[in-house]
């Protein structure tokens, strides 16, 4: 199934990380959104997402590998949201803190956004119309002592 994704993610500390080719990344403590993709299986996509023991390959693989992802919103279709949504998010208040993150195959300044406004989160997902009549939807909160081998898109 191909759909698109947002990963909650909660840094409990500031970070100062190597991102692969993006350099040393400065992050402050605080809630993330990550806007991605997957065109060949968004389950397994979002189960890499989620595993602790994984080869650091894309930008947010740098990141979750010090953070904790609280949720996962997901929009199964066969058009890609990401754009959009990182879009949508930086109107919202959303705040860029490390340009090109994530989004080195597109046009967009990020797909990685610090939400200011961490009680507006319930807001944030209404506004960005996850549940869209383009494919199925959901939200799956991640529990901290889950096993990812468990994890399935629920609506």
């Known amino acids: 199934m191909k759909g ?17 080719r993006l350099g040393t990344c400065e992050f402050p403590a605080g809630r993330y959104l990550y806007c991605g993709s997957a065109t060949n299986g968004l389950e397994g996509r979002i189960r890499r997402h989620l595993r602790q023991d994984k080869k650091l390959h894309w930008h947010i693989d ?5 953070a904790r992802v ?4 997901w ?20 705040e860029t ?3 090109g993150f994530g ?20 807001d944030t997902r209404k506004r960005l119309n996850l ?11 991640v529990d901290a002592k889950q096993n990812s081998q468990s994890f399935e898109l629920r609506e």
Not at 70 to 73: G, I, K, L, S, Y
Not at 75 to 94: F, H, K, M, P, T
């Open 4 to 20: 698109s994704y947002i990963l909650v993610i909660d840094l409990a500390e500031s970070a100062s990380l190597e991102v692969g």
């Open 62 to 66: 740098y990141l979750t590998a010090s």
């Open 70 to 73: 609280t949720e996962v919103w």
């Open 75 to 94: 929009l199964a279709s066969e058009e890609r949201w990401e754009c959009r949504w990182a879009e949508a998010i930086a109107g919202l208040g959303g």
């Open 97 to 99: 803190i490390a340009r």
């Open 103 to 122: 989004s080195s195959d597109c046009r967009c300044s990020t797909h990685l956004l610090r939400l200011n406004d961490v009680a507006g989160l319930p």
């Open 131 to 141: 549940n869209a009549e383009a494919g199925r939807h959901g939200v799956w909160a």
